[in-house]
């Protein structure tokens, strides 16, 4: 089966930076799109960024110009650069990725969330 391993987060002052990593392990044939979601208390979970394996990225506007997604294929990595946070963008961060994989020798192509990192943006 696959993992999605989420680090990073943590507490950091308004103006301050942090990096996410998302490691996706497993029986891996090849990972598509890999994305990060977050999710405020009483708020719906949002998509933050999105990057293709052919390297094409889009963002919600909320965070264009602070946050970077970039990824490295042979790792089955994603990180996400978030700079100049502020508090509102204090939340619980998802990594989600579409993952082909093989299983008793077939190919099975299928969704996986990670399980979650907390960033907390405050003096």
């Known amino acids: 089966q696959v993992q999605l391993v989420e680090s990073g987060g943590g507490l950091v002052q308004p103006g301050g930076s942090l990096r996410l990593s998302c490691a996706a392990s497993g029986s891996i044939v090849s990972v598509g799109t890999m994305s990060w979601f977050r999710q405020a208390p009483g708020s719906q979970r949002e998509l933050v960024a999105s990057?293709?394996?052919?390297?094409?990225?889009n963002y919600v506007d909320s965070v264009q110009g602070r946050f970077t997604i970039s990824r490295d294929n042979a790792k089955n990595t994603v990180y996400l650069q978030m700079n100049s946070l502020k508090p509102e963008d204090t939340a619980v961060y998802y990594c989600?990725?579409?993952?082909?994989?093989?299983?008793?020798?077939?190919?099975?192509?299928?969704?996986?969330w990670g399980q979650g990192t907390q960033v907390t943006v405050s003096t």
């Open positions: 989600y990725a579409i993952v082909t994989y093989t299983q008793n020798d077939n190919e099975f192509r299928r969704s996986y």
């Open positions: 990057s293709t394996s052919d390297g094409r990225s």
